[in-house]
């Protein structure tokens, strides 16, 4: 086709995005298309694998638009896996991170993907033994689209012991599964199959793609996903171990990134949002309470399903805007344990995702780490990251020339009248959410 533009799609926990991308990094078209979340109780989280993995990409890759691109690649939150017929016809429902049916165990520092992947392989398989296969999100979305499914090696360690290089007959076995019902594991420049014209290869992480594409290439560089997920990247010079962080290769060069997933983005934000309604005026510094945000329990680096969210410090002389601004400062002061936690000095934030529409968010993440904040120039990190994967897949480009897609848009300081209480809320923080610092 030869006509330059590749395509990122990236389904995420509410919505499908997509963007078409020339080579210069300029965004061509964008769509974007919601899906629903099912989670009737706190245990329960999973997408209708129909809606989110099979229509939802259809319907965001048609309104693009675009009638020529060379390459599409798909990104997509993990761990999630459905049953699918012959056709990839999913047959049971999306489980999604959190989701009860995947929870291996309490307390578990070392509680991360693998453990997740397997419970809700085990489960899968029960509600659907007769199954043509059990397939992750992406995986799904490429057959939708006419394409093969495949994932990508970073997805299949992460099922470790499950894949060892290879799927593991006996340990597939235990969970009522063989080797041959799981998708292709496949490396990142490998073409697997097309979708209208177009290569596309295996379908990736979310984080791993928008890290791709976030200019976070310095030791000390820190990485927030603002998404419904609070993802965190800590850049460090080299592979270190930290009870319940995750510790993964930086996706250039030999760096590395330390981190993990929270519950206390923009799942807990909008949740705070809705309850309070929109807050008129703003607080004054000192007069903000204490928010715990565990409405959906905690992942990295607790790793507990059963806590719960708790305000604190309240009196009658707090409004609305205050307990908002309280909600900000609780996923603030997650990123910044995290970046505590890692040992890594931090010298600045780069932020991206949807919340980073979300001003009053960039400030308190700025006042309560105390870093300046640099926003990335396009909030879609992870379509971005997947349609520069699918530029390097289509022959278009060499992986070290990514630079020219590091955007950056608007930068937040730290406020000096808001630092200093801020540091004192967080410490009291770190007491009310019973964690070790």
């Known amino acids: 086709?030869?006509?330059?533009?590749?395509?990122?799609?990236?389904?995420?926990?509410?919505?499908?995005?997509?963007?078409?991308?020339?080579?210069?990094?300029?965004?061509?078209?964008?769509?974007?298309?919601?899906?629903?979340?099912h989670a009737p109780d706190v245990d329960v989280f999973e997408h209708d694998a129909r809606q989110a993995w099979v229509d939802g990409p259809r319907?965001?890759?048609?309104?693009?638009?675009?009638?020529?691109?060379?390459?599409?690649?798909?990104?997509?939150?993990?761990?999630?896996?459905?049953?699918?017929?012959?056709?990839g016809t999913p047959l049971t429902p999306g489980l999604l991170y959190g989701d009860h049916r995947g929870r291996a165990g309490r307390n578990e520092a070392d509680l991360l993907?693998?453990?997740?992947?397997?419970?809700?392989?085990?489960?899968?398989?029960?509600?659907?033994?007769?199954?043509?296969?059990?397939?992750?999100?992406?995986?799904?979305?490429?057959?939708?689209?006419?394409?093969?499914?495949?994932?990508?090696?970073?997805?299949?360690?992460?099922?470790?012991?499950?894949?060892?290089?290879?799927?593991?007959?006996?340990?597939l076995a235990e969970v009522g599964i063989r080797p041959e019902q799981m998708p292709p594991v496949v490396s990142d420049e490998e073409v697997v199959g097309r979708i209208r014209g177009a290569v596309h290869g295996a379908g990736m992480a979310d984080a791993w793609a928008e890290s791709t594409v976030a200019n976070i290439n310095s030791p000390g560089d820190v990485m927030v996903i603002c998404g419904t997920t609070l993802i965190v990247w800590c850049v460090a010079e080299q592979p270190s171990i930290v009870p319940g962080m995750w510790s993964i290769p930086h996706p250039h060069?030999?760096?590395?990134?330390?981190?993990?997933?929270?519950?206390?983005?923009g799942m807990f934000v909008n949740w705070a949002r809705r309850a309070l309604g929109t807050p008129s005026g703003g607080p004054r510094p000192t007069e903000?309470?204490?928010?715990?945000?565990?409405?959906?329990?905690?992942?990295?680096p607790v790793h507990d399903i059963s806590l719960r969210a708790s305000l604190h410090d309240l009196d009658i002389g707090h409004d609305g805007g205050a307990v908002m601004r309280a909600a900000y400062e609780a996923s603030a002061f997650v990123a910044r344990r995290l970046i505590d936690l890692s040992g890594i000095p931090?010298?600045?934030?780069?932020?991206?995702?949807?919340?980073?529409?979300?001003?009053?968010?960039?400030?308190?993440?700025?006042?309560?780490?105390?870093?300046?904040?640099?926003?990335?120039?396009v909030p879609e990190g992870a379509a971005l990251g997947a349609a520069w994967h699918a530029r390097v897949l289509a022959g278009l480009d060499v992986k070290d020339d990514v630079v020219r897609w590091m955007g950056q848009g608007a930068s937040y300081e730290p406020d000096p009248a808001w630092s200093s209480v801020c540091e004192e809320r967080y410490r009291r923080w770190l007491t009310l959410a019973a964690v070790e610092h």
């Not at 990122?8 to 974007?32: N, P, Q, Y």
């Not at 693009?64 to 012959?86: C, K, N």
């Not at 060069?253 to 983005?265: C, E, Q, R, V």
């Open 288 to 300: 903000v309470p204490i928010f715990v945000p565990y409405l959906k329990g905690e992942r990295t």
């Open 59 to 87: 319907k965001a890759l048609d309104e693009l638009r675009v009638s020529e691109f060379d390459g599409v690649a798909i990104a997509t939150m993990v761990p999630s896996f459905t049953a699918v017929d012959e056709a």
């Open 253 to 265: 060069g030999t760096l590395a990134i330390l981190g993990g997933a929270s519950n206390a983005g």
């Open 113 to 171: 993907n693998s453990r997740e992947f397997r419970s809700m392989l085990e489960w899968t398989a029960g509600q659907a033994p007769d199954a043509h296969a059990y397939w992750t999100a992406p995986a799904v979305a490429a057959v939708a689209l006419g394409g093969a499914p495949a994932v990508d090696y970073g997805t299949a360690f992460a099922l470790a012991p499950l894949w060892d290089g290879d799927w593991r007959a006996e340990a």
């Open 346 to 377: 931090a010298t600045r934030i780069v932020a991206s995702g949807g919340g980073t529409h979300d001003e009053q968010w960039m400030h308190a993440l700025a006042d309560c780490t105390g870093l300046r904040v640099d926003l990335v120039a």
């Open 1 to 37: 086709m030869a006509s330059g533009i590749t395509v990122g799609i990236d389904i995420g926990t509410t919505s499908v995005k997509a963007l078409a991308v020339d080579g210069d990094g300029t965004i061509v078209a964008r769509a974007r298309v919601s899906h629903d979340i």
